[in-house]
């Protein structure tokens, strides 16, 4: 079960992971070959390609560690992302995850490193290293108690609310260059929930049970470089900057909302 005190032995450790996200903005229009990227990067050929001539947009596809990585190309923005591996025969009171959050986070941030030290990379504007957590919980109450450990500024009345949503940006300077970087954060509690339906039309289901099988305390974090058109990032400094957000990822996740 989850840690009740962010400030436990290794409050890290009681997270899970359901997304974690590196974007790059390119500052100048690009053509990267995404099938040559994604096999310089991962070792092998993706199992799936969709491109979408029309918008420039190529996703291509493949198993990497514990989960499903995601590679997104346009003209402007390069991403990575990995998710979990949803199978049909799921456990149906579990939200899916990656698995643990730290072990899962070493194979990422080592991906994005060498992403950003190929010779496919070029110029950047911006770089934002995304990610959400989850921690699961017995109850929509015991979720709320736990986040309030973790929002220091915030008194939640934990046995007499529902639908809570808190959202923040905490602005640091970057020990790196002196950029300004957003520490977005988005905390609440969600539900897991079976739904059983009379499929009578496909565009009108008929629900007629709907269960919650399960709770979460969700983190979502959007660490990033803030829009400026005077700030280069290039070899010299990106995955000093990237691991300054990753960095930053972790301390929200284990001390909470804090300056």
Known sequence: MAETNPKGEKPLLSWSVETLRITTFMRTTVEIPPKELWKMITGDEPEQVIEQPRTGETRLEGSFENG??????????????????????????????IGGFLENLTA????????????????ASRLAFGLVLLNPVDSLSDGYSLMSNYLHDVKINTNNISDFFYQINRQRVSKVNNIQLNRLSKWTVVALRNLNFILTNLTNPNIVREDVVG?????????????????????????????????????????GDIS
Not at 108 to 118: I, T
């Open 68 to 97: 499903r990585l995601l590679l997104i190309t346009t003209p402007e923005v390069v991403e990575w992302r990995l998710v979990p591996v949803v199978q049909d025969d799921s456990v149906e009171n579990e939200i899916p995850t």
């Open 108 to 123: 990422f941030q080592d991906l994005g490193r060498k992403w950003l030290s190929s010779n496919y990379y070029s110029e």
């Open 215 to 255: 709770h979460a305390f969700r983190l979502e974090l959007d660490i990033n470089t803030v829009p400026d058109k005077n700030v280069l990032l290039n070899h010299s400094n990106l995955n000093s900057i990237f691991d300054e957000l990753v960095d930053l990822a972790k301390e929200i996740a284990e001390k």
